[in-house]
């Protein structure tokens, strides 16, 4: 089974400032890798996704992310942070073999505030 | 096209009941995941339907259940109800089965059961 550490729970950062949101997991075989932003009273929206190839991989409103294969690690950035970029960042794995029969497998989030 | 429609939005509900939760997919996606998400545990993986058939199931009592249509609709029935219970409940739909390369969840906004 796989797991997904997100090693902080909440990150404050200035607006315009860069940041990182930090994400590791575990698994006994390979994996795809996701990141979801949730906003106030939404569902999860799909930021981007790692799947092979190229380990940067860009998704939607300016985020990256890279994995790291050695360390296990997928790690999301943005490099000039928004008032709107404040909300709930999610890390998710699903193992690529055995169909997902676990679904995905989500961190505890990662909760972004945008300082003025 | 219209996103994944989960009704109703807000239930309040008292310990011992039953309730039940419905989910629309995005139209031609034959797959809805359901998610717990509660501050303690986070996102948890409920089932998965594809096609009308429970294809994956996370690790939940058998009080948690559900059910997909012909239409791809989804319900989700919890019985006798305890205070745990208290949850964001996500429905997420995809074109193929989970676990795929290809087939990024779409997520409702949730509905919010508290259990008094």
């Known amino acids: 089974a796989q797991s997904v550490t997100q090693l902080d729970s909440q990150v404050p950062v200035f607006e315009e400032a860069p940041v990182e949101l930090r994400c590791n997991y575990s698994?006994?075989?390979?994996?795809?890798l996701f990141w979801y932003v949730q906003y106030p009273n939404q569902g999860l929206q799909l930021l981007l996704k790692y799947l092979s190839g190229s380990t940067l991989v860009k998704g939607i409103n300016g985020f990256e992310a890279e994995f790291n294969k050695s360390q296990t690690s997928f790690h999301l950035r943005k490099p000039s942070v928004h008032i709107s970029d404040t909300a709930e960042y999610f890390c998710a794995v699903s193992e690529r073999s055995g169909g997902g029969a676990d679904g995905l497998t989500f961190g505890k989030g990662t909760h972004l505030i945008i300082q003025p | 096209k219209a996103g994944v429609t989960q009704t109703p939005r807000y239930l309040i509900k008292t310990r011992g009941q039953q309730v039940t939760l419905s989910c629309s997919p995005i139209?031609?996606?034959?797959?809805v995941s359901w998610y717990q998400q509660t501050p303690g545990q986070g996102l948890q993986f409920l089932f998965e339907?594809?096609?009308?058939?429970?294809?994956n199931k996370g690790n939940f009592p058998g009080r948690f259940s559900g059910r997909q249509f012909s239409n791809s609709r989804s319900e989700m029935n919890v019985s006798t109800l305890e205070l745990g219970d208290s949850a964001l409940y996500l429905c997420?739909?995809?074109?193929?089965?989970?676990?795929?390369?290809?087939?990024?969840?779409?997520f409702g906004n949730g509905t919010r059961l508290t259990v008094t």
């Open positions: 339907y594809f096609s009308e058939t429970q294809r």
């Open positions: 139209s031609g996606h034959r797959s």
């Open positions: 997420a739909s995809s074109s193929i089965a989970t676990g795929g390369a290809n087939s990024p969840l779409h």
């Open positions: 698994s006994s075989v390979s994996v795809y």
